[in-house]
Structures are given as structure tokens and as C-alpha cells.
């Protein structure tokens, strides 16, 4: 069973509690509200995959022993439901190669029960910074992606050329082509991409894959 709170405009996160203990979730509760975190309670993580709603930016809170699913394989499902979410170990009970598999599986921390208010929140507020980042990251990916839609079939093959270093010259050249043409192509890019400089495009571009052109540009 859930409880929630709502989400609060001046929270500083969301903070998911996913434990089967009625006593820690109330204690848990009761010092992230009044730290300034918007929460919810999950009694187990059966429970919270039912409804597996993720707000941003958010950060996990999860216990490795519990009834059904355990930590490790819930935090395995996060992979594909909430990848960008950090998650945060809380255990009384485990096994030494359950906290190392947590911590290969990109856990932020593994808090041992009993644990002091302040390392938790200590934890809690280098979480939510990742998880920060991470949203900003995803929507600077996200507003990438859409200039690159406005990019030609043409353009785009330009653009290929350009972040890898190719001068218009190096670029005609490939199949000889004219460089004012690239020139004016170029220039396309720039301007759809919103870049003013062409180290702001491939910082811009970076770790975003762009097809490699399927022919000799024309």
C-alpha cells in the first residue's frame, strides 16, 4: 500500500521511500518534509512498480530486504523505468554481495541501519543534486534532438562532417563538391543548431549519436 503527500512547489525534490517498515517510513517521512522534500511511502517495491510514477527531480530510498521483490532487483527494473534516477540504499540486513551488486548497479549509497538523521540527509542532498543534473542533462538532450529534426538530409550529413573537424575543403572533397555549397550548408547548420561557434556545436553534440551520411555528399 502507498502513501503519498503532494508534491510541494517549494520542495527542494521528491524523495521515494520504498521500505517495509511502518516505523522508518513515518520517521522518514516525518525529516525529509520538514527538510523541504516532497514524499512518497512504498511499503514494498511490488507495490511501487504498480504504480512506478517518477516526478523530477526525485531520488529513491530504498530497502534491500523486503517482502517479494528485494532492493537489487528492483533497482535492476529502475534501469529501463527511472535510469536517470539516483538511488539510495537504506539497510539492517544485508548481504555483503547484495550491497556490492547495488553499488555495481550504480547506487549513490548504502546506508547500514541504525543511521543518524544527518548522514541521511547528507546522502539524501548529494542525490538530489545528480538527480538535478540529470533532468537538466536530459532536457538539453531533448532540445538537441529537436534542432537536429530541423536539420536537412543534406544538412545533416554536414553536420557530421563539422563535429568530427572536416574544413568545407575536406569536406567537397569527399565527393567534389564545390565548398561554397558547404559553406552555405554550413552556415544552415549554425544557425538551426542555435550555435554560435563551431566548438559550441560539438560540445553541443556531444555523446548525441548523428547517423553517418549512407552516401558520398553531392
Not at 61 to 73: A, N, Q
Not at 150 to 167: F, I, N
Request: with cysteine; glycine share 6%.
Amino acid at each position: 500500500m502507498m502513501t503519498s503527500r503532494p508534491n510541494n512547489a517549494h520542495a527542494l525534490g521528491h524523495v521515494i521511500v520504498i521500505d517495509d517498515d511502518a516505523a522508518v517510513r513515518r520517521s522518514l517521512r516525518t525529516m525529509l518534509e520538514r527538510a523541504g522534500y516532497a514524499v512518497s511511502l512504498h511499503d514494498c517495491a511490488d507495490a511501487f512498480l504498480r504504480n512506478p510514477a517518477v516526478p523530477s527531480p526525485a531520488v529513491i530510498l530504498l530497502d534491500m530486504r523486503m517482502p517479494g521483490t528485494i532492493g537489487v532487483g528492483l533497482q535492476s527494473h529502475l534501469k529501463t523505468l527511472a535510469k536517470n534516477v539516483p538511488v539510495v540504499f537504506v539497510s539492517g540486513d544485508s548481504r555483503p554481495e547484495e550491497i556490492i551488486t547495488a553499488m555495481k548497479q550504480g547506487a549513490v549509497d548504502f546506508l547500514l541501519k541504525p543511521f543518524t538523521a544527518q548522514a541521511m540527509m547528507d546522502v539524501i542532498q548529494r542525490a538530489m543534486c545528480l538527480s538535478e543534473q540529470a533532468v537538466v542533462e536530459a532536457d538539453k538532450n531533448l532540445q538537441v534532438s529537436e534542432r537536429l529534426k530541423r536539420l536537412t538530409p543534406r544538412e545533416q550529413e554536414v553536420c557530421h562532417w563539422m563535429v568530427r573537424g572536416y574544413s568545407n575543403q575536406q569536406i567537397a572533397a569527399l565527393d567534389g563538391g564545390a565548398s561554397a555549397t558547404i559553406k552555405l550548408h554550413r552556415a544552415r547548420v549554425m544557425d538551426k543548431m542555435v550555435a554560435r561557434t563551431l566548438p559550441e556545436l560539438i560540445d553541443m553534440l556531444m555523446g548525441i549519436d548523428i547517423p553517418a551520411p549512407q552516401r558520398a555528399l553531392s
